[in-house]
């Protein structure tokens, strides 16, 4: 499955991508605003270890961000398969020699659209420190709302206490049938 914009498209991951994936990821810019179960420092085995897991989702979930044919960054989904049903958890990351082009704006948009139509998703809500406004402002291009100011919520890597921003995109507007 491949999901293609004008800057970049999303493809499913290969599992020789890992000595790539972990170059990429092992920037600390990248790891900053990541959830602690992403390592810093990201090397090779954790790319092998995530890939493994990756490549075997059925549907899939988790799409390199592919640029000019090179793997610049990450973007998916995790659904939810409880009471929350119909709703996943969505995330993205590039690569900094990537930024500033508008290329996480049109991945996060694709999949989100794609979550939306294609795969049927009612619910797509994003955690994003407080602090990282460049996420919280691709989130909003791409028709999420910010829902909630979650106070002293997240520890960033140095240890700082920060607060955090609940985002969500619904399949429909709110207030909708």
Do not use: Q
Not at 46 to 71: K, Q, T
Not at 114 to 124: N, S
Not at 158 to 172: H, I, K, M, P, Q
Request: proline letters at 5%; charged letters at 25%; aromatic letters at 10%.
């Amino acid at each position: 499955m491949i999901i293609a914009g004008e800057r970049c498209r999303l493809r499913p991951y290969s599992i020789d991508e890992a000595p790539l994936l972990a170059r990429l990821a092992g920037e600390f810019e990248v790891a900053r605003w990541m959830t602690a179960t992403f390592p810093h420092p990201y090397r090779v085995d954790d790319a092998r270890a995530w890939l493994a897991r990756a490549v075997s989702d059925v549907p899939v979930n988790h799409f390199a961000i592919e640029v000019d044919g090179r793997l610049a960054g990450g973007a998916g989904l995790t659904p939810h398969d409880d009471e929350r049903r119909g709703g996943a958890e969505f995330g993205y990351w590039l690569g900094p020699a990537f930024w500033g082009r508008g290329i996480a704006t049109e991945a996060a948009r694709l999949l989100a659209e794609h979550a939306l139509t294609r795969r049927g998703l009612r619910r797509l809500a994003a955690h994003v420190f407080a602090r990282n406004l460049a996420s919280a402002r691709v989130l909003e291009k791409c028709g999420f709302v910010r829902e909630a100011v979650l106070r002293e919520a997240f520890v960033e890597r140095d240890g700082t206490v920060s607060d955090g921003f609940l985002y969500a995109r619904l399949r429909s507007p709110a207030g909708a049938p």
